[in-house]
């Protein structure tokens, strides 16, 4: 039986449907060895994220996932232009609700369904949220989504559509998470926060076990948004496993992308410090990314120092001529997502480096 250990005091927990943090306050994690990979598996299971579910925390006959799947993962993997032939985009807006998140929400909510909860609830930016809404519509679990008044009016009208009660909250990011908190104390409902509960970690770590099919092997150098970090922190995992089972022969380097007006990890990151400090919120156009104070921020922290990664933060207007510059090639990406161009645009990169892009999220998503 899995357990949870909390990051911050080590105490061990059951693992419960309304568990999500520690008596201390501490972040939880799984307990788990880490997984002997059988690639051998991989071609029994359909084409999706799926083919890696005997590396996840899931009994071994575990069915649960095949009435929640909708096809999620093994996104494209391109040659963004022929003239940079080792850069690549990794298209994950390709994906059922149109973001990553599907990731941990599919494999989130396929645990949720095993533990018999009947409804959740989520705080999200948007996309976090929509996800869980459209995977709990899969699971019929009820499900209510905390967002900000501010959410783009496309994410909140896809939230709406699979039948989530909205709950839209004025105030930080954090005052909704703090409001879905409470409500998850009153109602002794499950969290199903992309932040907090570690199966969804289990889900963002495909990305890197995709990655490794796709290239047949390692690459040099990831540029990864970072706002809570799920999904730095599942790649970072995800290539750990791999580089632990000898698949690949070294970790890639991490180049985590902050906007300048709302950028706790960089400030923390060049000052050395553990964990990151709240900042103030300036406002950016990158709103997937704008998080104040993230919960994760020691393990954050931890992933990009271990992998010789480093930071970059992004300007205001150049992330809207990111945006520009990749429809120009092809990709309509939602704004935040183009941050992540315009971090690679910054990058000083070596002759020959093998670098990812990630486009996370589609630009019909955002206005
Ligand atoms: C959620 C999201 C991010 C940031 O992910 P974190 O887990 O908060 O680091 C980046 N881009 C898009 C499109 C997202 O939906
Ligand atoms: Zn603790």
């Not at 699979?162 to 930080?172: L, R």
């Amino acid at each position: 039986m899995e357990q949870y250990v909390c990051n911050y005091c080590g105490k061990k927990h059951a693992i419960t449907p309304v568990i999500w943090k520690c008596t201390c306050g501490g972040v939880l994690n799984l307990i788990k060895d880490t997984p002997k990979i059988n690639v051998a598996s991989w071609p029994r299971y359909p084409n999706s994220l799926w083919r890696y579910l005997e590396t996840m925390p899931f009994e071994k006959e575990s069915k649960t996932w095949k009435s929640i799947t909708m096809g999620e993962g093994q996104t494209p993997l391109i040659v963004l232009d022929t003239l940079e032939p080792n850069t690549y985009v990794k298209v994950d807006y390709m994906m059922p609700t149109l973001s990553f998140k599907d990731r941990g929400a599919a494999v989130l909510m396929t645990k949720a369904k095993e533990l018999g909860v009947s409804k959740v609830i989520a705080d999200s930016s948007g996309n976090a949220g929509t996800a869980i809404a459209a995977y709990a519509a899969r699971c019929n679990i009820a499900c209510d989504i905390y967002l900000s008044d501010e959410t783009s009016p496309k994410k909140i009208a896809q939230v709406k559509a699979h039948g989530a009660t909205i709950k839209q909250i004025q105030g930080s990011r954090a005052d909704i998470a703090e409001a879905a908190q409470q409500a998850i104390k009153e109602e002794e409902v499950f969290y199903a926060s992309h932040v907090y509960n570690p199966y969804f970690y289990e889900g963002t770590k495909t990305y890197a076990y995709e990655i490794y099919e796709e290239l047949n092997g390692a690459l040099d150098t990831l540029i990864i948004p970072v706002g809570n970090g799920t999904l730095l922190l599942g790649a970072f995992y995800g290539f750990k496993e791999l580089f632990a089972n000898g698949l690949i022969d070294k970790m890639p380097k991490i180049i985590a992308i902050q906007a300048v007006n709302c950028s706790p990890l960089v400030e923390a990151f060049n000052n050395g410090d553990l964990s990151a400090q709240p900042v103030m919120n300036k406002g950016t156009l990158a709103e997937g990314i704008a998080i104040a104070a993230p919960a994760r921020s020691p393990q954050i922290l931890e992933a990009v120092r271990e992998t010789n990664g480093d930071f970059i933060t992004i300007e205001e207007d150049e992330i809207l001529s990111a945006r520009a510059k990749l429809s120009d090639k092809g990709f309509y990406v939602e704004v935040t997502t183009a941050a992540n161009y315009a971090g690679y645009l910054k990058y000083k990169k070596e002759p020959e480096e093998k670098i990812i892009v990630p486009l996370c999220g589609a630009g019909i998503k955002s206005k």
